[in-house]
């Protein structure tokens, strides 16, 4: 994006004098000289470039070399800045552009980023600086070695597989993804329960919670529930609270077995098969069986088709489960 070599470049081979003392007591002309040709002779000379000068940098100095910035290459979202301050005297840090768009800056804050170019920023963050901290703020941005992430996620709870979820690079990443890319929900989860901790880097000691309701983003695809998240955020998603039941569900799918339905929860059959797995090679979608006994202990079996739910998108077939259900998903007849 931009070279900070340039910039350091406009301030190199200046003199810059500060914090001289003069002396309690004046010394003759003739003396003076010779002290002064003494220290010209043993000084060893200058690099042609050097890392910073000596503040107080002059203010033509200053501007000239914030002009050097690159103004042509725009910020964008996952792009990480070398920042310093000239008068800082201090190593550059590295700053990431958040998700919002925004540079968190020592001192001075959130300020929005995306969209300006180094050297528009940069004089917004020394102007912002003088306000209320220096006299003179020389501040120089360059781009930080690219990475192919911006930091990771943690994912805990009820999900196929817990850990850290990378950011990717120049992207941005909702909540409802980090989930898919850990896995998943696992036959435990509920979607309607998940949390997401945001920690306060400044105060190690305070966080910020968000309850996210990812069963319902998923159902209505509303994409303005699903936060972006954060570097360092952490994703919890909570187990299915006290059952009303459960179903059974056997044959040929991936994950037979038995499911508990949670109070409230409403799951019907085409959602059961799917949430195990799906059918296998051989299984039979077009002749699933649903047994249910009613409460006088009658046996009612019905024969629904779901590969016309799933392929054909006819839900009115699909059938809401109750708890006792049993689901049994037969093989297909193989010809030779």
């Known amino acids: 994006m931009i070279s900070r070599s340039l910039a350091l470049l406009a301030l190199s081979g200046l003199t810059m004098v500060w914090g001289q003392v003069a002396p309690t007591t004046a010394l003759p002309d003739s003396q003076q000289a010779s002290d002064a040709d003494e220290a010209t002779a043993s000084a060893e ?65 959130e300020l929005p980023a995306s969209g300006m170019t180094s050297r528009q920023l940069a004089l917004k963050v020394s102007e912002a600086l003088k306000k209320d901290y220096y006299y003179q703020a020389t501040v120089l941005l360059g781009e930080h070695q690219a990475n192919d992430r911006r930091g990771v996620v ?22 409802s993804e980090a989930i898919m890319r850990a896995g998943g929900f696992n036959i435990y989860s509920d979607p309607t329960r998940v949390s997401l901790i945001r920690p306060n880097l400044q105060n190690p000691e305070e966080s910020q919670r968000f309850d996210v309701n990812v069963g319902q983003i998923l159902e209505t695809g509303n994409l303005g529930m699903d936060i972006i998240v954060r570097a360092n955020d952490r994703i ?18 991936a994950r037979p077995g038995v499911y508990p339905i949670s109070i409230g929860q409403k799951i019907t059959l085409s959602e059961a098969i799917l949430s195990a797995g799906g059918f296998t090679q051989f299984g039979d979608g077009s002749d699933v069986k649903l047994i249910r006994h009613g409460e006088d202990g009658s046996r009612n079996e019905q024969e629904i088709n779901v590969d016309e739910i799933l ?3 006819k839900l009115d077939n699909d059938v809401l489960l109750k708890p006792g259900d049993r689901i049994i998903v037969d093989e297909k007849w193989i010809v030779f």
């Open 311 to 313: 392929d054909k998108g």
């Open 154 to 175: 943690l994912v805990m709870g009820e999900v196929v597989r817990e850990g850290m979820v990378e950011i990717p690079a120049g992207d941005i990443l909702r909540v």
């Open 45 to 109: 000379p200058l690099p042609s470039l050097y890392q910073a000068p000596a503040p107080p940098v002059d203010l033509d100095d200053s501007q000239k070399a914030m002009m050097e910035l690159d103004d042509k290459v725009v910020i964008k979202v996952g792009d990480q800045l070398e920042y310093t301050v000239l008068e800082d005297r201090e190593a550059p840090v590295v700053l990431l552009v958040d998700e919002d768009g925004s540079v968190d800056f020592p001192l001075v804050g």
């Open 236 to 253: 919890f998603v909570g187990r299915r609270g006290d059952s009303s039941g459960s179903y059974t569900l056997s044959g040929a799918v």
